[in-house]
């Protein structure tokens, strides 16, 4: 056990599983990326929630690039001096220094857990081709809701699992998921630009870029700012590759790269995509009359065809199914890893990895925690919209709440990370809090006005609540439990040996 390790009473999980995913991990991260779900799906959120075409593709989502980039560089720094399993948490604790460590460690593991059980939930949600049900495809339509419940289930089955075979399968599942992503990008990059040049024909240069479309009530101003709803959405989840860290070969080299990579690599492409997919689609008018859950579905049939459609809308969900089963194996690592610390209720159970060295409890966890979420799409279709948009609210958080302990109580710390940032540190730091405050109160902001109590947003009420739990934990958890102070002093010395020990530190 290293000396990092020791600091913060990390114990490893088991050889063989750690050989296998040493072998794929550069791939989890672009594989399971939020922009990985699916080129349709991006443009589906693009659709739903951008309601100015022009500012969010030459504005707001070169902004959102320039500053998840920035955030990316920022989680690569201390991701690089702790690559450790559980991740984000851990580098929250450590950010904040001994004194504050356990309490902000206990709020961004309950933070984190949430987002990413939820985001897993929320991911096999698909409504993919249905024409003719009884009662429309409405979600006012009881039946309708029954439905793409029973199917949800079944993905989220499907998706679990997959994570139950044996470690060595996975190599076939990384690359068989990556291989599924890059043909369903090439399709529509080539294929849906020829259907629609041979059926209702592109949209022109200015429609594209010049033509604005407010769908939100919203005043203008507050209109643009939800726009980086869609654009920050589709570039959260970067630190996946941080999670399977302790089970990565050189992950003080390879885990930070993979979440440069990811972030870099989903904006520029995703940039890509979306403009693409604003000259495919057809005029205003047809496009919000289509009235599907899954507006691109439809948009496949008016370009290429029902065969055609039907094809791509196959890819779309084995795609989801395979990215919904990698982003299980991240979530596991991180829940296995939170338990396993003692912060969650059952942690004696779930903390514990079966004769392969796989977390199979926080695996069911995980399961059980998504197929309760997906139920509340019986009752009411809002409602778990609000869940899944709450799903994104406390990843965000944890950037932007990591960026401002580095600025505030741990800067120049870390200096021994592969990716120290140096002094282009207090800038980024600064950069990413903002920026990540500014998405912040959009993802807790009413997406609709006026608000209505079928359009308020629970994602603040759902926050605080897990914020609650997270403190109500810290509070009833003896500190000789988890992250004592003196341990996590000790890890700060041995990542900074030649660092400054400040007062505070020495307290």
């Known amino acids: 056990m290293s000396k990092i390790s020791e600091g913060i009473e990390i ?12 072998r794929e991990a550069p791939s989890i991260t672009i594989v399971f990326d939020p922009d990985a779900r699916g080129l349709d799906q991006i443009a ?14 030459r504005s707001s989502y070169v902004i959102t690039i320039v500053f998840m980039t920035i955030t990316a560089a920022v989680l690569a720094e201390i991701c690089s001096a702790l690559p450790l399993s559980g991740s984000i948490y851990i580098w929250a604790a450590e950010s904040a220094g001994p004194k504050y460590a356990r309490f902000f460690g206990f709020i961004v593991a309950w933070w984190s857990c949430t987002a990413w059980m939820t985001f897993t939930a929320g991911n096999c949600q698909l409504a993919v081709w249905e024409v003719d049900f009884p009662g429309g495809i409405s979600n006012d339509n009881v039946k309708w809701r029954a439905f793409i419940w029973a199917v949800s289930e079944v993905i989220l089955l499907v998706s679990v699992a997959i994570n139950y075979l044996p470690p060595r399968f996975y190599s076939i599942v990384f690359k068989f998921s990556l291989a599924l992503m890059m043909v369903d990008f090439f399709l529509c990059l080539i294929w849906l630009p020829i259907g629609v040049s041979k059926t209702y024909g592109f949209r022109t240069a200015g429609e594209v870029f010049t033509q604005t479309y407010n769908g939100t009530g919203a005043p203008a101003g507050w209109n643009w700012i939800l726009s980086f709803l869609f654009t920050a959405g589709t570039m959260t989840g970067f630190d996946a590759s941080g999670h399977i860290a302790e089970e990565t070969k050189n992950a003080r080299v390879i885990a930070g790269k993979g979440i440069l990579s990811s972030a870099i690599a989903t904006g520029v492409l995703g940039f890509i995509t979306t403009i693409l997919f604003l000259f495919c689609t057809p005029d205003y008018d047809t496009l919000f009359s289509l009235g ?3 507006p691109f579905v439809q948009i496949y ?43 969650l209720p059952l942690s004696g159970w779930i903390g514990k990895v079966d004769s392969l060295g796989q977390p199979r409890h926080a695996i069911t966890v995980i399961y059980i925690f998504g197929a309760c979420i997906l139920c509340t799409i019986l009752p ?35 200096k021994s990370s592969y990716f120290y940032l140096g002094k282009f540190a207090i800038p980024f730091y600064i950069c990413a809090a903002v920026f990540n405050a500014i998405v912040f109160s959009v993802m807790i902001s009413p997406f609709f006005f006026p608000v209505t109590a079928e359009t308020f947003n629970f994602a603040c009420v759902i926050f ?21 102070r003196e341990f996590v002093l000790k890890a700060l010395e041995d990542l900074d040996p030649s660092g400054p020990a400040t007062r505070e530190h020495s307290d």
């Open 464 to 484: 605080g609540a897990v914020t609650i739990f997270g403190i109500i934990s810290w509070w009833l958890t003896p500190e000789d439990k988890w992250l004592r």
């Open 301 to 343: 049939a008016l370009a290429l065809g029902k065969g055609g459609s039907i094809f791509m809308t196959i890819i779309a969900a084995l795609g989801l199914i395979m990215n919904t089963s990698i982003a299980i194996v991240a979530a596991s690592r991180l829940v296995f890893a939170v338990a396993r610390d003692g912060v």
């Open 292 to 294: 599907a859950p899954q």
């Open 44 to 57: 589906d959120a693009s659709i739903f929630f951008s309601s100015v075409i022009l500012v969010i593709n």
């Open 380 to 414: 009411s279709q809002v409602a778990f919209t609000s869940l899944v948009s709450a799903g994104g609210v406390p990843t965000i958080a944890a950037y932007g709440l990591i960026s401002l302990l580095r600025l505030t109580m741990t800067p120049g710390r870390f």
């Open 11 to 22: 114990i490893p999980l088991e050889p063989e599983q750690r050989s296998y995913l040493r």
